[in-house]
């Protein structure tokens, strides 16, 4: 019995030891959790605000009637309690080009209001029903500023784009999710693998740049990562019952996998050209999976987010593609709304890609 | 022609040294012969290293793993590494090969500078790596393939290329099976032949045939032979003494990371004052006899103990006949005579004051130091 014990510590020991000298894996340990409460909690949780609205009145008359003046005032200052206001109201004195815009993602809805206080004229609200939570709050908003005003107008809704379930917005952050989980175990960990078994000293030595290794493997973690991803766009398709509306749209989406695959496996290469085992890589890429994934809008719109966590969409790659794949498969929007999106992950990837070969080590050193 | 003119001077920069390491006073040098190892040498450098040293700093205490050493290597030679395990071989090897750049001094391959040209050194090298640098994934000829991409070998020739390495590797009927599967002795022919898969104008093998069987060690020298009668310059790194003794033109001996010699088997074997060693067995000694002998000329040293007389001579095989003919003298019958030149191991003893497989001066010996012996 005391040799069994005296074994056990043993192993206890040494296991503890290692864990002990590598500090980095201890603050990652803490890290984590700390950053779910923070992260997590501030992007699902958050209170939705400045959601942009158009307001257009009916015409004629051609000037604006006291309806329609103290609606468009009101919704523009619904306060809500520990939070800023809730709509961003724009006026349009022109109905199709409100309607323009929330065709173009630029309004989340246009509201139409009738030239006079009637049973008959209904006010319209156009809704972009592609996002989960804020139809059903402009809707709320709408409703409750007819009341204060004591107009009885019926609300007439329009979602544009049908009735969209969570699980069709949802499906549409999963396809970059597998993306990513696929450039965790492809993008880069052979580089890493290397380091740790010492094979790249063998091909260090030959005369191989250092761009050609960073590239090779990114082109490698891209494929994979299209593979996942397309994979997962069919399975989504079969599951949650989305109907592309052409076959254009469809090629169209596979473009965007394929630029949202460049982009997300450049940024976990150019963290595998540094790192020097497989743990310390995992425990980063996790933890990025984890704050991209997060800020990327995939559960929940990036409105609802506080404005410095809304910051890191900017550098996020996921809430471009996100964006662009949601424009294509729930909108179908074409080029004119995600070529923004397309730009920005090119760019993104080509930072990233520069990032990896400069940090990339061509010594042992 | 000059080598290495070490005139004591003080460690380079002098980062990090304190100075504990026991250095001799000068180093052992001479000019190259061209010799067995060195058919091909034509008498220019084509590795020209000066006051390189090379510190690895750890958190409690550095490790000067390369110590200001200065030496060139010959263009066609087979150039010997010799020294104990951490003695500073593959660090210098690694610093040759842009693997490492050195704290200090400087170094050139084929007249490029180690730290401005590394590009065009990775050109002209063949690396064979002391750990395996296969992937243990791929098949035998993947891993070529691999290789002979980066290497830039032609496409149109690279095929067959690849199929004349398996062949010499003895691994053809292996070729398409993963390099995991194979033994330690195949692994390592396949590194060895990789390595020279674009006919590299200088050759680096660190520990080529370390946990080879001898019948693979020989067919790996003989390799490395033909290869270097084919003008490829080789450098290798081993703490085999039959090795370097059997291949290496000149061989350097490395101790903790200085150079404490450098020549020929020729040369270094006439460091040890007390030259040969004959034996000889006899039924008994005759005082008189032994008082002969120790006149011969050459004779430097004759001791008897009991039935064993042993002489040291600076040139034992030229001494035997006067010696058999003082025994003949004095009617003294012989029952064995053997001569032992001085092995590489002798001389790195004398040098070094220990083993050469010892390590750490713990003067264990280890099988497969080979002592040459002539009946």
Partial sequence: ??????????????????????????????????????????????????????????????????????????????????????????????????KQDLDNGKLSAVIVFPS?????????VYLDSSDSITPALVEAAVNQVMLGLGAHNPVLVDKIYGDIKYIQFFSVGVIMMAIFSATMFGGGIALIKDRENGIHEGYLVTPIKRSSIIMGIILSGTVRAFIAGCTIFWIDLLITGIILQSFQDFLLVLLVILIACIGVTSLVVSFASRFATQQEYASVIAFLNMVLFMTSGAFYPVIGMPGWLSWITIINPEYYGIHALRSIILRNQGFNVIGNDLIALLIFSTAMIILGIVTFRRTLE | MHLFGHEKDPVPDGKNHNGTLNRPEGVLYSTPVESEGGEQADGTAIIRIDHLSKVFTG?????????????????????????????????????????????????????????????????????????????????????????????????????????????????????????????????????????????????????????????????????????????????????????????????????????????????????????????????????????????????????????????????????????????????????SISIHSPSLEDIFIYLTGKGLDSGNGDGNETPGTGRRRSP
């Fill in chain 1, 1 to 98: 019995m005391p040799m069994m014990l005296r074994s056990a510590f043993a192993i206890f020991k040494r296991d503890f030891k290692k864990f002990l000298s590598n500090p980095f894996i201890i603050m990652m340990t803490l890290l984590m959790p700390i950053m779910y409460l923070v992260i997590f909690g501030n992007a699902m949780g958050g209170t939705i605000t400045h959601i942009p609205v158009g307001v257009v009145q009916e015409v004629p008359p051609y000037n604006d009637t006291p309806l329609f003046t103290s609606a468009a005032y009101q919704l523009n200052h619904i306060d809500q309690t520990d939070a800023e206001k809730m709509l961003d109201v724009t006026v349009y004195a022109d109905e199709a080009a409100a």
């Fill in chain 2, 59 to 335: 958190k409690t205490k550095n490790v000067i793993a390369v110590n200001d050493v200065s030496f060139e290597v010959m263009r066609g030679e087979i150039f010997g590494l010799l020294g104990a395990n951490g003695a500073g071989k593959s660090t210098l090897i690694r610093i040759l090969t842009t693997l490492l750049s050195p704290t200090s001094g400087q170094a050139f391959v084929d007249n490029y500078d180690i730290l401005k040209d590394p590009e065009k050194i990775r050109e002209i090298i063949g690396v064979c790596a002391q750990n395996y640098t296969s992937d243990s994934e791929l098949t035998a000829y993947d891993n070529l393939e691999f290789y002979g991409k980066l290497e830039n070998v032609p496409d149109s020739i690279l095929p067959d290329r690849i199929w004349e390495l398996l062949k010499m590797a003895g691994l053809a009927d292996r070729a398409y099976m993963p390099v995991g599967t194979f033994s330690g002795g195949m692994k390592r022919k396949l590194e060895i032949v990789r390595a020279f898969i674009h006919r590299p104008l200088i050759l680096f093998l660190d520990e080529p045939t370390i946990g080879l069987d001898p019948e693979a060690r020989r067919e790996v020298w003989q390799q490395i032979m033909l290869l270097n009668k084919e003008h490829t310059t080789i450098i290798l790194t081993t703490h085999y003494m039959d090795e370097a003794e059997k291949l290496c033109g000149r061989i350097a001996f490395i101790e903790r990371g200085s150079l404490i010699a450098l020549d020929t088997m020729e040369n270094l074997r006439n460091l040890i004052p007390a030259g040969d060693l004959i034996e000889i067995s006899v039924d008994h000694m005759d005082p008189l006899a032994e008082e002969a002998i120790r006149k011969i000329n050459l004779v430097n040293a004759v001791s008897v103990v009991e039935h064993n007389v042993k002489i040291s001579a600076t040139n034992g095989s030229r001494v035997i006949p006067a010696i058999l003919a003082a025994f003949e003298q004095y009617a003294i019958p012989i029952i």
């Fill in chain 1, 116 to 124: 006079s206080v009637s049973n008959d004229n209904a006010v319209r």
